[in-house]
Every structure is written in structure tokens, then in C-alpha cells.
């Protein structure tokens, strides 16, 4: 048993707790919410059957392996798996896009290796950049971002490279 | 930009795979792929829901705005120079909430009303003020307590420890949100001066 098996059970029971002390509705509230994530989970399916199909034949072709095999000397040196890379390239531009790969990835090296995990910290420690940008300031007159491109992406490569140093940290190799 | 993604990518396992014979791959590939969707999407949809209908108790109950106010001295930090009982950083402080509990749903409205606040405050320019790059910036770099879809498919996958990763998220996202406010602040005072001359110089060919 782990430290981190206790995270979830106590969560659940200190806003089940702390929701019945402040008098609120606990099972309808939670099933209001629980619509509200049903809703998403439907509004992403069609993305995910585009994706997983566009990608699933991007495999299937051998072209993903070339391009890979191409990027791997650079992705090496900084000591981050290259079967990872195709999933780092992703992550900034399509959230489910990113969601397929790391699936593949979870069911070819499995999630307790050291590319499941680093795939694993990899997506819970970026976002998709780009989206983000785009609908933040779709709200607003701004055309001139300024610096805000270069550092959202500095920040998702210091993610990359953080996800290869922290796996290695905290769960070893 | 995805319509970009999408077709180079078929047009491109299509071409690969003529070249290294493998058309058939490609094609049980694309039959096969679009039915795994659903599977992936049945083994999300109810851990999605589950944590939507918990994080919906916990907004009710008040439980979240204890967060929010942990949150305070970190935004006043971050966003210099704005009232911290404005709308404005209400709405900031309550989409940093939102993003650290992995409400991606309820973070994207809040943020987008602190953005439309703060355009206010930006006079409708067309240059971004330095609020506005950083709660962007802020947004693009996740910071997540509990991940749970990606909990969710390691567990899918057979982990013995689905929720083994999350110091090592904890951490790799400290350093990715701090690279990138680093990356801000740095070009703050540096990019200022350019911007004001490039605006000039849009207004110079504006007058032309």
C-alpha cells in the first residue's frame, strides 16, 4: 500500500463530508455534475474516432517509426525516451489527439514502465497550448499575443524534459 | 489548424504505406481504429463522471473557495498591479482552482470571463496587456492535483499503482509553470519597448 492509494478514498469522503455538514444535496448535486462530465465525454467522441483512426493508420503505415527514428538522436541527449516523441509533438495541438497516442503507448510499454510513466507525467503536466491560446484570446480584441506563444511553449518543453527528470527521481528507471 | 493534422496524417500513412507495402496494415488500421474510439471513450467517460459529479458537490458545499483563498497570495504575486477585489481576479483566482482540481470544464468559463475582464481594463487594444499573457500563459502550463483520466487509463492498462505518478506530475508541472511565468517576466521588460514601436508603425501604414 501506498501513500498514493489514500489521495482518492480520503478526497471522496472529506466533499462527501464536508458537503452533508454545509447541508447541501450530495447525491443530486453529484448527479447534476455527473451529467455535466457525461456531456464532455460525448462532445469528445467524435474527435477521438477521427484521431484514433488517422493515427491508427499513421502507424499502421510505418511512417510514425521513420519519423521517430528521425527525431530519436535529439530526444536521447536530453535523456527523454524517443517512443514518447510522437506524443510530445501532439500534446501542444490536440487534447484527444494526445489522449490516443498515450493510449497506444500505455498498451504497447505498459503504464508501469519507464515510457508508460514518463508518457504518464507528460500528459498530466502539459495542455494543449495552442487551443488554449486561441480560445483565451478569441474573447478579447488582441491580435499581438506578444511574448505569450514563446513562453507557453517553453513551458510545455520544460515539461517534456521535466517528465523524463522527475520519473527518474521519484520511481526510478 | 487540426484539419492540418488530420489529413497529413492519412495522406501520409497512405503514401508510407505504398512504399513499404504495407496497404493492408493501413487499411484494417482504419476500420479498426474508429470502433477502439468508442472503447477508449467507454473506459473515460465514467471516471469523467464520477469526478465531475464530486468536484459539483464540492463547488456546492463551499469547499472549493478554501482553495481559492490559498490561492490568493500566489495570484496577488502573479498579477501585480490589479485590485485583488476586482471581478477581474475573482475569476482568476477561481480558474487557478479550477485547473489545479483537474476541472478543465469549469476552469475554461472562468478564465475566459477574467479575460473579457481584464480586456476591459486593456481598453480594447490590440496588444495583449501583461495580465492578460500571464493568465494565458498560466493556462497553457497545467498544474493538476488529482489526475484522474490519466489515472483512469493506467489503471485501464493494468498499473499496479495508477496514482503512482503524481509527484512526479506535482513536480514537472512546478517547473513547467515557472519556466514559462520566468519566460514572461524576462520578455516583459524586454518585448515592451518593440511592441510600442511595432504598434506605431501598424498606425504609421494605418495612416498611409
Known amino acids: 500500500m501506498r501513500l498514493t492509494d489514500f489521495i482518492i478514498p480520503l478526497m471522496i469522503s472529506f466533499i462527501l463530508i464536508h458537503g452533508l ?35 491508427g493508420m499513421f502507424k499502421a503505415s510505418g511512417a510514425l517509426d521513420v519519423l521517430t527514428y528521425a527525431i530519436s538522436p535529439l530526444s536521447s541527449a536530453i535523456g527523454f525516451p524517443p517512443e514518447c516523441v510522437p506524443l510530445a509533438l501532439l500534446r501542444p495541438l490536440s487534447g484527444s489527439g494526445a489522449l490516443v497516442l498515450f493510449e497506444g503507448v500505455l498498451s504497447e510499454h505498459g503504464p508501469d514502465s519507464f515510457i508508460g510513466r514518463v508518457a504518464s507525467v507528460l500528459m498530466g503536466s502539459t495542455e494543449t497550448t495552442f ?30 524534459i521535466a517528465s523524463a527528470i522527475t520519473v527518474r527521481l521519484f520511481l526510478g528507471i | 489548424m487540426m484539419k492540418w493534422v488530420f489529413s497529413a496524417l492519412i495522406l501520409l500513412s497512405v503514401v508510407f504505406g505504398m512504399m513499404n507495402g504495407q496497404m493492408s496494415e493501413v487499411t484494417n488500421a482504419a476500420l479498426e481504429e474508429c470502433s477502439t474510439a468508442v472503447t477508449l471513450f467507454l473506459s473515460l467517460v465514467g471516471v ?161
Not at chain 2, 124 to 131: D, E, L, R, T, Y
Not at chain 2, 158 to 173: D, K, N, T, W
Open chain 1, 21 to 55: 455538514v454545509k447541508g447541501v444535496d450530495v447525491f443530486n448535486e453529484f448527479l447534476d455534475g455527473a451529467k455535466d462530465g457525461l456531456m464532455i465525454g460525448v462532445k469528445i467522441l467524435p474527435a477521438l474516432v477521427a484521431l484514433m483512426t488517422c493515427m
Open chain 1, 131 to 160: 487551443y488554449t491560446i486561441a480560445i483565451y484570446f478569441g474573447v478579447t480584441k488582441v491580435t499581438r499575443t506578444r511574448q505569450c506563444l514563446a513562453a507557453a511553449i517553453t513551458a510545455d518543453f520544460a515539461g517534456f
Open chain 2, 48 to 208: 469523467m463522471a464520477l469526478w465531475s459529479g464530486l468536484m459539483n458537490v464540492a463547488v456546492k458545499s463551499g469547499a472549493t473557495n478554501f482553495i481559492t483563498r490559498l490561492f490568493r497570495p500566489i495570484a496577488k504575486l502573479l498579477f501585480k498591479g490589479l485590485d485583488p477585489n476586482s471581478k477581474a481576479f475573482q475569476a482568476i483566482s477561481m480558474n487557478m482552482t479550477a485547473n489545479l482540481l483537474g476541472l478543465g470544464n469549469a476552469a475554461t468559463p472562468l478564465g475566459l470571463e477574467a479575460m473579457s475582464e481584464l480586456e476591459k481594463e486593456n481598453k480594447g487594444s490590440k496588444i495583449a496587456s501583461n495580465h492578460m499573457v500571464m493568465l494565458v500563459v498560466i493556462n497553457t502550463a497545467s498544474i493538476q492535483l488529482i489526475p484522474t483520466t490519466i489515472a483512469a487509463l493506467r489503471l485501464k492498462h493494468g498499473s499496479a499503482s495508477p496514482f503512482e505518478i503524481i509527484p512526479a506530475i506535482l513536480l514537472a508541472s512546478i517547473f513547467s509553470v515557472i519556466s514559462a511565468v520566468l519566460i514572461v517576466i524576462a520578455f516583459r521588460k524586454t518585448g515592451l519597448k518593440k511592441d510600442a514601436q511595432d504598434n506605431f508603425t501598424e498606425n504609421g501604414k494605418e495612416q498611409k
